[in-house]
């Protein structure tokens, strides 16, 4: 299994500023998922964090606003930068991890997410 | 793009019922499908999940069938309690991309 920890749990930011959060997994992963899931939607992938190398972006999302961190094999961070209302939303880390209940022995877990609020 | 979807966003279930949530995936080469269950405040939290060569798989009070020929998937929970209220999401992958695409989700309200 994986246990992801994500920091802050919630933030209320003003317009205009920048936000990191952070995400913390118990055990040594090749890649890292960043999430966003917006007020009663589902989960759209930001980017996948790599560690040693540039996150990889998916449509419709860039590293100026998103700007990705992956120091080691454990940690990354995912920053909202310059921040508007539409950029409300929750935020997941996810990572896959060994699950002997898959049939592929293997799922996607999940943090719980920081819901980010932007006045 | 590729996409998968949902037919019903919200679903009302009687306590005790049995519910059958339904999703239609897109994309013909997807060859793993995942169920996973949102409660309020928390990240998605895995169900169960199938390969594409399957047609089904149990678990506990839960059955997800898969139909290719029509790119359906369902997820059915037997004897419904209330901690089964929840969103619920399935998402596909296919071989060689560790990314999972996820559809659109439905709400499901357990009545007691």
């Known amino acids: 299994s994986a246990v992801i920890s994500q920091k802050p749990s919630r933030d209320i930011c003003q317009r205009g500023t920048s936000l990191t959060i952070q995400c913390q997994v118990d055990s040594q992963v090749t890649m890292m998922f960043w999430y966003r899931q917006q007020p009663g939607q589902s989960l759209t992938l930001i980017a996948t964090?790599?560690?040693?190398?540039?996150?990889?972006?998916e449509s419709g999302f860039v590293i100026d606003k998103f700007p990705i961190s992956r120091p080691n094999l454990t940690f990354s961070t995912l920053t909202v930068s310059n921040m508007s209302p539409e950029d409300s939303s929750i935020y997941l880390c996810?990572?896959?991890?060994?699950?002997?209940?898959?049939?592929?022995?293997?799922?996607?877990?999940f943090g719980a997410g920081t819901r980010l609020s932007v006045l | 793009g590729e996409s998968v979807g949902l037919h019903l966003p919200t679903l009302s279930v009687q306590e005790g019922d049995n519910s059958i949530i339904n999703c239609a995936y897109s994309n013909s080469a997807s060859d793993y499908f995942i169920w996973y269950k949102q409660e309020s405040g928390k990240g998605p939290q895995f169900i169960i999940d199938?390969?594409?060569?399957?047609d089904k798989r149990q678990g506990q009070r839960v059955t997800v069938l898969l139909n290719k020929t029509v790119k359906h998937l369902s997820l059915q929970i037997a004897a419904t309690q209330p901690g089964d209220s929840a969103v619920y999401f399935c998402a596909e992958k296919y071989f060689g991309n560790e990314k999972l695409t996820f559809g659109t989700g439905t709400r499901l309200t357990i009545i007691p």
């Open positions: 199938i390969r594409s060569n399957m």
């Open positions: 996810s990572v896959w991890g060994i699950n002997r209940d898959s049939v592929s022995q293997n799922i996607q877990y």
């Open positions: 964090a790599n560690q040693g190398s540039e996150a990889t972006y």
